[in-house]
C-alpha cells in the first residue's frame, strides 16, 4: 500500500526519461564541487552542517538501500562499512553513524567516495537498463524520490560549505561571482486575497513529497502578503532602530537566544568601516540594499513583522498566493548562489519562487489524514514534525526541478545558515 | 485601546464581586500551603518550577505592578527590591531577577511573604472600597486578570511541590489523600463529529485571555474523539509492548529525548517488586489501573497515539467537542489532587474537564487577527506562541472558577511535571 | 592497625575530657546558627556548598557511622534513610545521596535535625559514661576524628552560609559585626630562613589527621617570607595595575578561567560610588585598606606575586616559619568572623594562625611513608591527593582548637568562597 | 638576562651544524606525514588535538615568530593572516585563533602549508648562511628551540594521528608495522635506592629548557623501583579484578572521570570475541601481554599502583635512578610507533627511556628559583605549572635527540591519547 503511495507520486515511469534525469541530477551534484580543494570535503563545522563528501557518499548510500538492496538480489555494496557510514538518520534501516561524528572520518577519501558514486549509478542504470514493467513500478518512483533527496543535499552542500568558508579568517570565495548593483528596491506593496475555504496541499498532478498530502480543505480569513521579500536596506532600518535590543519586538524564545548568542544583525554580516559587509559564495562583499534579506532566523523574520507592525504568512496563504504562478526565478541553475533584487516597476507578486525560502508563520505539521510512506522511507518527513517551522519557494541554492507551490520545506526557528528570507502578511 | 480589550473581558466590573472574589482566591492559596512546613517553601527543584513562597509573593507583585502602582499616585511597595525579586519575565516593567536563581532567596521568609500578601491584600481592598466608576472600569478587569493569574500559580505550587517531595528519598505527602479503589475502565469508544466551518475562540460571554480571542473560523475535516482519557492499564500495555523502545513510533525529537533522559514509563513512576508504583501528592502508591494516565510529556502521548494507529486532537477539535458540555470535573475544589477514572457504564463524552490537560497535536500559535494586551500585560501570553503545544481542559490541579471551553494552556513538548494526559482522536 | 594508628593520635584518651569536648563542640555549632531563620538552613547555592541543615545532620551521621554502629550491636538510627542522605562522600559506607542534590531535601526539617542531633548527643554521652577502657581505647580517637570533623563543617557552614546570603539582592547580614578601623598597614618587611634538612609533618605531641603524617624530612634552599598578609589596599593597587588584563601575570588555567568568569576583583567585591564594597558576614561594608585581602583564588593569589616580583611560599617554607610560634590570632573564638589588619609597628612574623587561609604553592600530596586511615576514614584524606593545593593556618571562621602548624588544608584551585588569602615568599 | 639563559643552554652555535640539524628536524617532520591521504591532514577530532597541516603550519610560524620577525627588519611572512591563524598560545605575540576552532580550517591547503614551510626553510638557512657571530649568538639557541619545539609536535602529529584513526570505523592504519611476538615479560624486580640529598635539574652540560632549571638540590628517603615498566598482562589481572569497579582503589576525580566516561580498559582497547584488541598505529591487533601498556591516565596508573600495594614514582626519585643510563630505547627513529617488550633475563633499570612516558606523582611545579625565559618565550612552558603531572623518559614517538633525563613532560592527569604509561616505586 506504501508502494502505491510512491507509486502514485509519478504516474508512468519511464526507463529513459529516469535515466536523463538520474544522470543529470547525480553530475550536477559533481560540477557543483568542481571549485573546491580536496580538503574542503572533509570538515563538519558544526553538528548541523555536514562535510561535502559526506552529502555526496550519503545520496549514493540512499539509491544504495531503497533501491539497489531491494531490487538485486544478493546486492553487495562497495564497502560493508558504507551502510553504517551513509546512513543519516532512517532508523528502521539499522543504527547509523553518529550524526556529529561525521567530520572525524577522513576516510574513505574523496576520491574514493567518487568511486563510490560511480558505482551506484552502473548499478542504477544497469537497474534502469534492465527493469521489468513491474520493478519500472516499484522502484521507478523510489529512483525519483532518491533524485530529489539528492537535489536537496545539492542545497545543503551550498549552505554547509558557506557556513564552512565563513568561519575560516581567510574567507576564502566558494567561486568568483558576479554581484547585482548597489541600488534600493521599489516601495513595498500589499496584494490581496479573499476569505473562503480553500484546497491545499498537493494534488497529485505533479510531484510531491508524502508531507504535501493529502489535498484538503481550510478556512482562511481575507489577507494580504507584501508583493515582494523583505530587503536589506529595510532590515538596516530594523537593526538602527534597535530593534535586536527591544525585548518586546521579540518572542521569549528568540529573545532568550539573540541574547545568549549575541546576534545583532544577520548571519555572515559585519561591519567595516561603518558600512554592512557580508560574507557571500563569491567572498566578502558590501551588502546590496535592494536585494532580499537572507540568512535570519524564524525569530528575526518574527520580530522584523512585529516591528513593521505586520506578520509572517501562514503556509495555507502562501500556497493560495502562488496558485498558477510558474515556477521561475532565481534557483541555483542561475549560478548566482545568492539572491538578487525584485524586478522594478511591477507592483505584482514578485520573488514567490527562488531567491530565498520564506519563512511562514506556520508549525510543521501532518496535513488532516497524513500518512507517512511506509518502512524507513516514512521517516523522510513524518517524524520531524514537531517544533519545526515551515518555509516556502525554494531559493537560490534550489534546483528549479525541485521545487513546486505545495513543497513545504522546515527547519528549527533558529536556523541561519540556510538562505531563508521572509516577505510580510497582514489582516484585513 | 488596550483598556478596552481588558474591559470587554468582564463587563460591568462591580466591586462587592470583584473583593468577594479576590479575597476567596487570595485565601485559597495560603490553604493550599497550609500543610507546608516552612522549609518546602524554599527550594526551586530545576529551574522550569518556582519555590512555593516565589509563587506567593509573585502573584501579590502583580497586582502591584499592574494595580496599585497605577491607580495610586505616590503607592510604596513594601520593600523597593520585591518588584525585581518577584518579576517572573514581564521585562517592559524592568528587568527580572533571573528565574534560574529563585531557589537562592532563603529572605525574605515566608512569614515575611505573607506580610507582604497582606500589606497588598490591604491595598486592594482598600481600592475596591474606594475607587470611582471610572476607575473600576480601568483597573477592574485587571484586577480580575490578577485573580486568574493567581489560579494558574495555585496549579504551579501544587505541581511544584509534587516535583519537589517526589526528589527527596524520604517521599513526604502533601498531605493524606484517599484513593479511587483499583479498578479497570470500560472500553473506550469513539464519538464523532462532523465536517465543516466551525467559530472557534472566545465569545466575548465568559472570561477570556487575550490569546482566545478573536473568534474566527474554521474548515475541520470529520473527526473521532475517544469517549474518555487513556488510562493507566493502556499505557502499561505500550510499555510492555516495548514503547519506549521503539524509534519507529516517535518523532525525531521525542526519541532524542527518551534516549537522553533514559525515560522508560510516565513521570514519577516506578517498580516495586514488579508493580508499578507512583509518587502522588498522598506519598508512594500502586499504579491505578482505571486512571487516566498523567505526568506524560507530548512525545510520548505522540507516540502511544502511533501505535494505537490514531493521533491527537486538535485544540480546535476539542473546543468542537467541548461545546455545550458543562465545566464539571474533578477539579482542585474536589481535594483529590489526582486523577480519578472515568464514569462507568457511560459512553457519552468524559472527563472533558479536570482530571488531567490534555495534550493537543496543535503547536501554541496566535489565532488569525491576535492581538496582543497592550504594555506589559501584553507579555503575559503573545511572547510564548512558539515551540509550545496547547493543552486542554484543566486538571485535578487547576479550579473549576478558572477554565472554560476556549481555554488554551501550552508548555513545551518534553514537559512533564504537569498533570498532562491525553486522549485520542482519529480521521473517519 | 589502622585502630591503632587512631589510637596513636590521641594518647590516653580519658572519658570526662572526651565528653566535655564533645559537649562544647557540639554546642557550638548550635550556637553558630542561632542566628538564622528556618529558611536559611535549607538552600544549596552551588554544589561545592551545602544546606546549613545537611552540615549539622551530617557531622552527627559521622559519629553514628564511624562509633554508634560498631560500639554498639543493634544500634538503630532514628531514621532508616539518614544514612544515606547524610552520608557526604564515603563510598565505603555505602552509596551516598548526590552531592548536587542536597538543596533538594526540603525535609527532613530543622527541628528534625535538631532532634537527630540531641538522638546522637544521647548515645555518644551514654556511650562514654559506659564505655569500657578497650572501648576507650578504640573509639575515643575516632569520637574526637568527629570532634575535628564537626569543626571543619563549621567553618564551612559559615563560608558556606557567606556565599548564600551574598547571593540574595537583600544582602542579609549573618550578624550585626563590629568593623576594624579603616586604616592602612605597615609596610611589609621580609623575614629570612635558611637553607637546610628540615623535619616536616606532625611529630605526633599534638592531635594530627593522617595526611600531617609521617614526619619526614626535606631540604630547603635559603628563602624569605613577608612578615604579614597581603592587603585589600596592596591587592587595589594590583587591580588598578590591570592586573586582571594582563595575560602575561597568570598561570595558563588562570587566565582561562578569569575570562571565562569575568573576574575583575575578589569574590564578594564590587564598585559603588567609585569605591569599592564588599558583602562580609556583618553586611555590605567599605572595603578596609588595611585588613588581609581575601575570597581570592589561588590563580589570582599567584597572579599578584609575580606582578610583584615574587612568589607564594611552599607548604614546607610555611611550616619552618611557623616552629615555634603559638596557635594564636583572629578565630572564630573571636566573634567577628572576618579577618583583621595586622599589629602596627611589629617587624616580626605575623598573621601565621588565623584570619585567613594561606595559599601555598604546593600541590595536595601525599607525604613520603603516607598510609591512609583503614577503611572508610581513609577517604577522609586521602583520596583528594590530586590537583588541589595546599592552604595553611586557619581563618577567622576556623577554631583554635582545630588548628596546628602541621595542619593541611586543601582546595582547587579556583576555589575562592573559602577565606583565602596569602603571603609572599621570596628566593635568597 | 632571559637571552643570557637561552644563550647558556646551547654553548657556541654553529652554523652549519645547526643548519644540519634544522634540516634533518624539518624533513623528518615530513617523512612522518608521507604515508597519510590529504583528507588526514585536516580534521580536528576533539579541541586537545590538532589538524595535521596545523602542527606542520605552527611550528614554522615558531621559527617565523621569534627568530625571523626579529632578525630580518621588514621580514613578510607569506601570508598577512598565518600570523594569526598558526599562534598556539603565545598571548604575548597576539590574540591566537581559538584553540577549538583549528579544525575549522580547509585553507590554506595542504600543499599551501607545504609552501609555506619551505618559504620558512629557505629563510632560515638563508639567515644562517649570512648571520653574524653576534646574531648566531642571540638566535642560534632560539633556533634550537624551535628545533625541539618542531620534534615536540612530530610527537603529537602521531599521537594526534592515531586519535583521529581510531575515531573512525574503517579503523585505517598509519602504516603497516610490524608486531612484537605475543610473550608474558618476566618477573617484576626492585631496584633500591639510598636515602640522601641529591642534585636534581639540568646542569647545563646538555640541551636544556628552561623548566628544567635551576638545578637544586632534594632530599628523598630510600626507596624502589620496578625494573620495567607495567605490562598490559599485569594491567588485565587490574581490569579482571575489578580494578575499575573498586572506588577504594581511585582517587576521588579519578572515580568520578571513570564513571562519568565510562572507562573499563585503557583507551583503544576494545574486547572482541572475548580476547582484548587494540588499536594501534599499524591498525587493529590483539593485546601483546609482554608490552609496556600505554594510552593510560594518572588516575589508571595511580589506581593500578594502589592495588599493587605500592606507588608511582616522584619525578625526583626518578631522575635519580636516570642517572648515568644512556639515552637509548625505542624512540621514533626506531620506526615501531608502538612500545616493545622489556628485555628478557636482564634484572637491572630497564625501560627508563623511550618505549611510553612514565607518569610520575609529581605534580609539574617550578623548581626553586625557576625563571621563565623573557618573553613570549616564557610561556612556553612556565604557565602550564598548575593542576598538570610529569612523566619523564620519552616514548616510542619521541625523538632520540629530543629526551634527556632531566626532561619533564607535563599533562593533565585524564590525559590518555598520549603514549603514556607507568612504573612501580616504593618506600623501603
Redesign the interface.
Given at each position: 500500500m506504501a508502494a502505491k503511495n510512491v507509486k502514485d507520486s509519478l504516474a508512468k515511469p519511464d526507463a529513459e526519461h529516469l535515466k536523463e534525469r538520474y544522470t543529470a541530477i547525480r553530475s550536477f551534484s559533481e560540477a557543483l564541487v568542481e571549485p573546491l580543494?580536496?580538503?574542503?570535503?572533509?570538515?563538519q563545522?558544526v553538528e548541523h552542517t555536514s562535510p561535502t563528501?559526506w552529502h555526496l557518499a550519503h545520496v549514493s548510500w540512499f539509491y544504495e538501500t531503497f533501491v539497489l538492496e531491494k531490487a538485486f538480489s544478493n546486492y553487495e555494496s562497495m564497502h560493508p562499512?558504507y551502510a553504517?557510514?551513509f546512513n543519516s538518520?532512517y532508523?528502521?534501516t539499522g543504527e547509523p553513524?553518529q550524526r556529529s561524528?561525521r567530520?572525524?572520518?577522513?576516510?574513505?577519501?574523496?576520491s574514493e567516495v567518487f568511486e563510490y558514486r560511480k558505482y551506484v549509478n552502473n548499478k542504477i542504470l544497469q537497474f534502469l537498463d534492465t527493469a521489468s514493467e513491474q520493478q519500472l513500478q516499484e522502484f521507478g518512483p523510489v529512483i525519483e524520490i532518491g533524485n530529489h533527496h539528492e537535489q536537496q543535499h545539492q542545497e545543503l552542500m551550498l549552505t554547509d560549505l558557506k557556513f564552512?568558508?565563513a568561519?575560516?579568517?581567510?574567507k576564502?570565495p566558494y567561486r568568483e561571482l558576479e554581484t547585482s548593483p548597489q541600488k534600493e528596491a521599489d516601495d513595498l506593496n500589499w496584494i490581496s486575497f479573499e476569505e473562503g475555504?480553500y484546497h491545499i496541499g498537493n494534488e497529485g498532478k505533479e510531484y510531491t513529497y508524502d508531507n504535501e498530502q493529502p489535498r484538503?480543505?481550510?478556512?482562511l480569513?481575507p489577507f494580504e502578503l507584501s508583493d515582494r521579500l523583505i530587503t536589506n536596506a529595510e532590515f538596516i532600518d530594523f537593526i538602527e532602530a534597535d530593534g535586536y535590543r527591544r525585548?518586546?519586538l521579540?518572542?521569549?524564545?528568540?529573545?532568550a537566544t539573540v541574547n545568549e548568542e549575541e546576534w545583532r544583525a544577520p548571519l555572515y554580516w559585519f561591519k567595516k568601516e561603518g558600512a554592512w559587509h557580508y560574507y557571500t559564495l563569491g567572498g566578502v562583499k558590501k551588502v546590496n540594499p535592494g536585494e532580499p534579506v537572507t540568512h535570519l532566523s524564524?525569530?528575526e523574520a518574527?520580530a522584523y513583522a512585529r516591528w513593521a507592525d505586520a506578520?509572517l504568512p501562514t503556509e495555507a496563504e502562501w500556497e493560495v498566493a502562488a496558485e498558477g504562478l510558474p515556477y521561475e526565478g532565481n534557483f541555483v541553475e542561475q549560478g548566482l548562489y545568492h539572491p538578487r533584487p525584485a524586478r522594478s516597476n511591477d507592483t505584482t507578486l514578485k520573488q514567490m519562487f527562488g531567491d530565498v525560502w520564506e519563512w511562514t508563520?506556520?508549525?510543521y505539521?501532518?496535513y488532516?489524514?497524513y500518512e507517512p510512506l511506509p518502512g524507513a522511507l516514512g521517516?523522510y518527513n513524518g517524524?520531524?514534525?514537531?517544533?519545526q517551522y515551515v518555509l516556502r519557494g525554494g531559493s537560490c541554492a534550489t534546483s528549479q526541478t525541485h521545487i513546486r507551490k505545495t513543497y513545504r520545506n522546515f527547519f528549527y526557528?533558529d536556523a541561519r545558515w540556510q538562505f531563508n528570507g521572509f516577505r510580510l502578511a497582514r489582516?484585513v
Open positions: 580543494e580536496t580538503e574542503d570535503f572533509v570538515i563545522a563528501k562499512q553504517y557510514i538518520y532508523l528502521q553513524h561524528k567530520g572525524l572520518l577522513s576516510r574513505p577519501t574523496v564552512l568558508f568561519q575560516n579568517p581567510l576564502p475555504v484538503h480543505r481550510k478556512f480569513e525585548s518586546e521579540w518572542l521569549d524564545e528568540g529573545w524564524y525569530y518574527d506578520r508563520m506556520s508549525s505539521e501532518p488532516p489524514g521517516e517524524k520531524f514534525m514537531c517544533s526557528p489582516n
